[in-house]
């Protein structure tokens, strides 16, 4: 099977995969900020969340449930700046994505990436890393929601986690985009073969 990728883009396309794995398992994951709620954990990602309360209208009291599910809408979603994240960084994990399979198809199929395709989607995932790092900058601004305050003592604040700590998914989803970034960014520029030249 012919190969339209260098040794370097072979490295790109593997680092461009791992890069997007992270990035979109720590998005989609509800472990971004952890704390807990009527002696229960509680956690929450940018539209899903994991315990919550609901009224138990037989002992009539309120109880935790403890499963992890998304926001019934993207207005339930508890601030407008976690609703910006999570449109910010969705765009950014499939545009990772999309690069990262388009190198995985050029390790297979000769002539899909040139040197001028590899340039072209080191930008996209350079937008990609930009976008998502962007979310994840925006995510500390929501943690003033009533939501987050209740699961946090009432000590949280934007940029301030009172009682509460980040969760590992917060981390995988940044280490993806500093990632592509900073090395899939980098890789791409040398990752396609150059084109033969053909006699007319």
Same mark, same amino acid.
């Given at each position: ?74 207005? %339930?979603?508890?601030?407008?700046? @976690? ?6 960084? =969705?765009?950014?994990?499939? !545009? +990772? /994505? ?63 986690? %009172?009682?509460?700590?980040?969760? @590992? ?6 280490? =993806?985009?500093?990632?592509? !970034? +900073? /090395? ?17």
């Amino acid at each position: 099977m012919a190969s339209s990728l260098t040794c370097t883009g072979m490295i790109w396309a593997l680092v461009s995969l791992l890069s997007a794995a992270a990035s979109c398992v720590g998005f989609f994951m509800p472990y971004w900020l952890l704390g807990s709620q009527m002696d229960k954990p509680v956690s929450f990602g940018t539209f899903r969340r994991c315990s919550y309360p609901v009224r138990d209208e037989e002992r009539q009291a309120t109880i935790m449930l403890e499963q992890c599910g998304r926001y019934a809408s993207f207005q %339930g979603i508890p601030s407008m700046e @976690w609703q910006i994240c999570t449109v910010v960084t =969705g765009v950014g994990c499939g !545009l +990772l /994505l999309l690069v990262a399979l388009t190198a995985v198809m050029g390790c297979c199929i000769s002539e899909l990436i040139s040197r001028t395709v590899g340039r072209a989607a080191g930008g996209v995932q350079f937008v990609g890393g930009l976008l998502i790092g962007s979310g994840c900058a925006l995510y500390p601004l929501g943690w003033d929601s009533e939501e987050v305050r209740q699961t946090c003592n009432n000590s949280s604040d934007q940029f301030e986690l %009172g009682s509460c700590q980040i969760g @590992w998914a917060y981390y995988c989803t940044g280490a =993806g985009a500093i990632s592509a !970034l +900073l /090395l899939c960014t980098w890789l791409a520029c040398f990752a396609g073969k150059k084109q033969k030249q053909y006699p007319y």
